[in-house]
């Protein structure tokens, strides 16, 4: 293997999982964190703490950047931008695509090789087969920096445009949010109508769910389960959430589209 030298900035749990995984993959590792000592384990396999992110940036060929936010991000940078000037960085917080298009603009004035990457894993996932790391921006430096950064997770290019990475991390984010606030939402009406939630959830909520799921990504047949009968059932599900006091606007969102496709099928 092909040993690089890495910096990460940001020890919190996503940065202690790309480092530690980066080190069991042999690459030389150096992390800083604002609050020293936040290091810990990454520190025992081997990484050097660096005492400004300048010194990360400095020690390395390629820098990751795993903060809070965009706003860490130009905090931590800004400083930086000296020594940052003609290297690459891979930012893998997780921001908006407008914040990842600034961030590329204002990079490319400072001549930073820039990619935009979003974590579609949770930090024990890091290094497994499930995980996959989105990323955008120049196809040509995603090509030299994808064999360093795959033993992280399955590095996917999704275009050019640095925003295209946050864009369709957002919407896988929208997906796992939207599935969260249906299962809150349905423990909560079992629960405010007097139902056994934790024989509802284990029995009914996941057993369905599941079988959900592959449905939901298939070409359904309009005369299984048809538009009419699903703008009344969700209808009749609101209606229950209504008497029960439990506000369903997620679901709600649904009526006008499932409205729509209920006139386009008469
Ligand atoms: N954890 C996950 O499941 C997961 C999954 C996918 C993507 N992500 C993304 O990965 C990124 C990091 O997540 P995490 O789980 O590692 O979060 P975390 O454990 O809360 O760590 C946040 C990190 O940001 C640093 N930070 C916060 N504000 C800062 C500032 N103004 N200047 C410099 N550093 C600052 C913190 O430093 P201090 O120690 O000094 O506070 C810490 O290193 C986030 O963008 C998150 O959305 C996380």
Redesign the pocket.
């Known amino acids: 293997m092909n040993t690089q030298r890495i910096g990460i900035l ?6 202690r999982a790309l480092a530690s995984t980066l080190l069991e993959a042999g690459h030389a590792v150096t992390v800083w ?3 020293p000592g ?1 290091a810990g384990d990454v520190l025992a396999l081997g990484a050097h703490e660096a005492s400004s992110p300048e010194e990360a940036i400095e020690a390395s060929d390629l820098t990751i950047a ?4 965009a ?2 991000v130009r ?2 940078l800004t400083p930086a931008m000296p020594t940052l000037t003609g290297r690459t960085l891979v930012n ?3 921001g908006s695509p407008r914040q990842a298009r600034d961030l590329a603009g204002w990079l490319g004035k400072h001549e930073v090789r820039f990619l935009t990457g979003g ?1 579609l ?3 024990p996932a890091i290094g497994t087969d499930e995980a996959v790391i989105l990323y955008s921006g120049p196809r040509d430096l995603f090509g030299r920096v994808a064999p360093t950064l795959a033993p992280l997770a399955r590095p996917h290019w999704v275009g050019g445009d640095p925003g295209f990475a946050a864009l369709y991390d957002m919407a896988a984010l929208s997906g796992m949010y939207g599935m969260i606030a249906g299962v809150v939402h349905a423990m909560t009406l079992v629960q405010a109508d007097g139902g056994d939630v934790e024989a509802f959830q284990r029995e009914v909520l996941q057993p369905w769910m599941e079988q959900m799921l592959p449905l939901m990504f298939a070409e359904s047949d309009p005369d299984e389960s048809n538009a009419g009968m699903q703008a009344t059932a969700l209808e009749i599900m609101l209606g229950a959430s209504a008497d029960a006091g439990v506000p369903a606007e997620l679901a709600g969102h649904l009526r006008a589209a499932l409205w729509e496709m209920r006139r386009a099928a008469a």
């Open positions: 940001g020890m919190g749990s996503m940065g964190n604002r609050t936040k795993c903060l809070l936010d706003a860490s905090e931590t893998l917080t997780s974590v894993a949770v930090p």
